[in-house]
Nanobody, 121 residues
């Protein structure tokens, strides 16, 4: 059974910082892309950042230059460093990972339960 669990959410003031962590656990052969998504009340879920197994990154326009995604392949973890936070960054942040549980099985995407980030003005 594979699990993806986020941590590190909370309350921050505008201009402040938070760091989110996400850990994948269970029977895992390999992890390809790992992403952070977010969903604000009344809005669609949006892609915040992606990091490939080789370390290539992509950022959404609204966070580029403020957020940094990184990963530790050995620990099966992905991180999101969020700086210069704005009230509009308030959302539930979700971790997603493309995981193969064995060489004989196809990639499957796994989602965490989400962690709340609230930024006050």
């Amino acid at each position: 059974q594979v699990q993806v669990v986020e941590s590190g959410g909370g309350l921050a003031q505008a201009g402040g910082s938070l760091r989110l962590s996400c850990a994948a656990s269970g029977i895992i052969d390999s992890i390809v892309n790992m992403d952070w998504y977010r969903q604000a009340p009344g809005k669609q879920r949006e892609l915040v950042a992606t990091i490939t197994s080789g370390g290539n990154t992509y950022y959404g326009d609204s966070v580029r230059g403020r957020f940094t995604i990184s990963r530790d392949n050995a620990k099966k973890m992905v991180y999101l460093q969020m700086n210069s936070l704005k009230p509009e960054d308030t959302a539930v942040y979700y971790c997603r990972a493309d995981i193969r549980t064995s060489t004989l099985r196809p990639l499957k995407d796994y989602w965490g339960q989400g962690t709340q980030v609230t930024v006050s003005s």
